[in-house]
């Protein structure tokens, strides 16, 4: 518990620091934008979402439904979890000319099927959440640094996600990403080499592959995403 608690608490550090927000940035109109990803390997992922703008101040929505499966070990047992989740959050924003920084809070709904049935997991079947968020990007020169961070209160689900790419021609990126994310039974880290493709400055998509570490199983994994705002 003290190790995951610390993972978080570095993770959600790694992600301000990797966000570089400038004092004297202002709230901004967030742009709608719908996104969405899926990744394979000793774990399957898919996620799609969108945030809307609300009220010109910086506020916006954010929904994100996903898909997760997971397997991980409890005695000599091997469980299999599959995840449904939903989730709304109000954000606030404040941006710059380089980047961006914003923090939610919102409702999560989580289904989780476990096969055979686990009795020391108590995340199994349906549950309600409070989910605290943050997200940032900062772009100076060819170089950019992004980051995501999210923590469910009840379950202590932890998710976190740091790139750092350049660009290399004015619509390719190539970088490097890692991510940590788990709960009190679970918990995964990964690690990979990143390709973004951007055909408009309201366009992109990213190709990922590295390696995976897990309780249960190590391996490759590999992921693709897309982001487009209106």
């Known amino acids: 518990m003290a190790g995951s608690t610390l993972a978080r608490a570095m993770g959600l550090a790694l992600v301000t620091a990797a966000a570089g927000w400038p004092a004297g940035n202002t709230a901004a109109q967030v742009p709608a934008t719908v996104f969405?990803?899926?990744?394979?390997?000793?774990?399957?992922?898919?996620?799609?979402?969108?945030?809307?703008?609300?009220?010109?101040?910086?506020?916006?929505?954010?929904?994100?439904?996903?898909?997760?499966?997971?397997?991980?070990?409890?005695?000599?047992?091997r469980i299999t979890s599959d995840q449904v989740q939903g989730e709304v959050s109000a954000l606030y924003?404040?941006?710059?000319?380089?980047?961006?920084?914003?923090?939610?809070?919102?409702?999560?709904?989580?289904?989780?099927?476990?096969?055979?049935?686990?009795p020391g997991n108590r995340s199994q079947g349906d549950e309600w959440d409070v989910v605290l968020s943050m997200?940032?990007?900062?772009?100076?020169?060819?170089?950019?640094?992004?980051?995501?961070?999210?923590?469910?209160?009840?379950?202590?689900?932890?998710?976190?996600?740091?790139?750092?790419?350049?660009?290399?021609?004015?619509?390719?990126?190539?970088?490097l990403e890692a991510v940590l994310d788990g709960d009190p039974n679970y918990d995964r880290r990964r690690a990979g080499v990143l390709l973004g493709v951007s055909t408009s400055p309201r366009w992109e998509a990213h190709i990922a592959v590295g390696a995976s570490d897990s309780k249960a199983r190590d391996g490759a994994y590999a992921s693709i995403g897309f982001r487009r705002s209106f």
């Open 36 to 77: 969405g990803g899926a990744g394979v390997g000793a774990d399957e992922m898919a996620y799609l979402g969108a945030t809307v703008p609300v009220g010109g101040s910086g506020f916006a929505l954010r929904g994100i439904v996903s898909t997760s499966q997971y397997k991980y070990r409890s005695a000599a047992t």
């Open 93 to 118: 924003q404040r941006a710059g000319p380089n980047g961006y920084f914003d923090l939610g809070v919102g409702a999560r709904y989580t289904d989780t099927d476990l096969s055979p049935n686990d």
């Open 135 to 175: 997200s940032g990007q900062t772009a100076p020169g060819p170089w950019r640094a992004a980051g995501f961070a999210s923590y469910a209160v009840d379950s202590e689900d932890y998710y976190v996600r740091a790139e750092l790419t350049r660009a290399v021609r004015p619509s390719v990126r190539l970088g």
